[in-house]
């Protein structure tokens, strides 16, 4: 319910501000498939995770290990040949429930997999390292090789349904939670803290400032090695700044709500108490 209403509330926001400062429009009937901002496809995702949930952690909690390494060999394999039937513009109408429907559920599974069976991987952080600067070599060529032909950028290579993606994916999450703990100074923990707390906010209010710059920065001609590192400094002190605003905001507000909320506990308490007294 709390990402459902979030959700709403801010696809509203992004509504409003498409409008009137965008200029752009919104067919409704597509509301179940494009988010009112890309971005929202991650609480689309989440949200739909969150839902089949509960019938998840039944079905895994009665998996032994052989069937739980089945279901990622055939998630990997189903997001494989999906993936590539999209490049070839091959569709695959007829999906395979739970195993083949759904990329993200995959992901969302290979987190608890790689942390249950972590002792298994023995490759160290060197090879680690090695594969995951190959597959996204592989990437990275390939988006430069097709954005070429096409004359346009082409983004197909790093979507979550590419398997390199995926697997380096894999590869980062099992060196960084064998570490466990990070050997860093009090002050880049500190630092760490701060963003990580305010991350949430950071990705809900960061797409507003990305179109502030793509207008007002469009007619600059500047070179990508440096437009890009230099927007990104100025994209993401707005949105930490902003981000901050929202997150105190929210907490004020909750906070009086919940507030509200106690005091009317304590009065049915106390209701209740007069009431069983009387009796």
């Known amino acids: 319910a709390k990402f459902t209403i979030i959700l709403i509330v801010w696809s509203a926001l992004y509504l409003i501000w498409n409008k009137f400062v965008m200029d752009q429009t919104y067919d409704f009937t597509n509301i179940f498939s494009i988010p009112a901002k890309k971005h929202l496809w991650y609480l689309y995702a989440l949200i739909t995770i969150y839902i089949a949930l509960p019938f ?5 909690a009665n998996m032994s290990e052989r069937a739980e390494k089945y279901f990622m060999i055939l998630w990997f394999a189903f997001l494989t040949i999906r993936y590539v039937g999209e ?4 569709p695959m109408a007829y999906k395979v429930p739970i195993v083949g429907d759904s990329c993200y559920l995959g992901y969302f599974v290979m987190g608890y997999f790689l942390s249950k069976y972590i002792r298994q991987f023995k490759f160290n952080d060197t090879v680690g390292i090695i594969l995951i600067v190959m597959a996204n070599a592989v990437n990275i060529g390939l988006t430069y090789y097709y954005s070429v032909v096409a004359g346009v950028h082409q983004e197909q ?13 894999a590869i980062i999450f099992i060196m960084v939670y064998r570490k466990k703990e990070l050997n860093l100074s009090t002050t880049k923990k500190k630092i760490i803290n701060v963003i990580s707390k305010n991350s949430f906010e950071l990705y809900l209010v960061h797409i507003l400032f990305l179109d502030i710059i793509k207008v007002q920065m469009a007619p600059l001609k500047i070179h990508s090695a440096i437009g890009i590192p230099v927007f990104f400094v100025m994209l993401f002190i707005a949105s930490f700044v902003a981000a901050v605003g929202v997150r105190k905001f929210n907490s004020v507000v909750f906070n009086e709500k919940l507030k509200h909320r106690l005091k009317e506990l304590k009065i049915s308490v106390k209701v209740r108490k007069f009431l069983a007294r009387e009796v």
């Not at 998840?56 to 895994?60: K, T």
Request: proline fraction near 0%; aromatic fraction near 28%.
């Open 157 to 169: 290579f790093f979507q979550y349904r590419n398997t390199l993606l995926a697997f380096s994916s």
């Open 87 to 90: 490049l070839f513009e091959i």
């Open 56 to 60: 998840v952690q039944i079905l895994f």
